[in-house]
Nanobody, 121 residues
Framework: QVHLVESGGGLVQAGGSLRLSCAAS????????MAWFRRAPGKQREMVAQ???????NYADSVKGRFSISRDNAENTGYLRMNSLKPEDTGIYYC???????????????WGQGTQVTVSS
């Protein structure tokens, strides 16, 4: 079984920064793409950033130039550095890995439980 656990959320003032982490566990052999999604109050979940195993990145237009996604393949961990935060960045941030290969098989569509990010004005 695979688990994704996010950490690093919290309350921050507008203009501040946070770094989210996503730790994957479960006899993992490889993770292809890792992504961060968020669900803002009253809105649908949206993709924020994604990174392939070879560090090709993609960002939502709303966070380009402010957020930076990275990963440590040896540690099976992903990160999202968020700078110049705005109140509209408030929401629950989820880690997602579409495909994780483990010693016991392949797991698809893997999600963490989410971490709350609140940006005050």
């Amino acid at each position: 079984q695979v688990h994704l656990v996010e950490s690093g959320g919290g309350l921050v003032q507008a203009g501040g920064s946070l770094r989210l982490s996503c730790a994957a566990s479960g006899s993992i052999r490889s993770i292809n793409t890792m992504a961060w999604f968020r669900r803002a109050p009253g809105k649908q979940r949206e993709m924020v950033a994604q990174i392939t195993r070879v560090n090709i990145t993609n960002y939502a237009d709303s966070v380009k130039g402010r957020f930076s996604i990275s990963r440590d393949n040896a540690e099976n961990t992903g990160y999202l550095r968020m700078n110049s935060l705005k109140p509209e960045d408030t929401g629950i941030y989820y880690c997602h890995a579409p495909r994780i290969e483990t010693n016991g098989g392949v797991y698809f569509d893997n999600w963490g439980q989410g971490t709350q990010v609140t940006v005050s004005s």
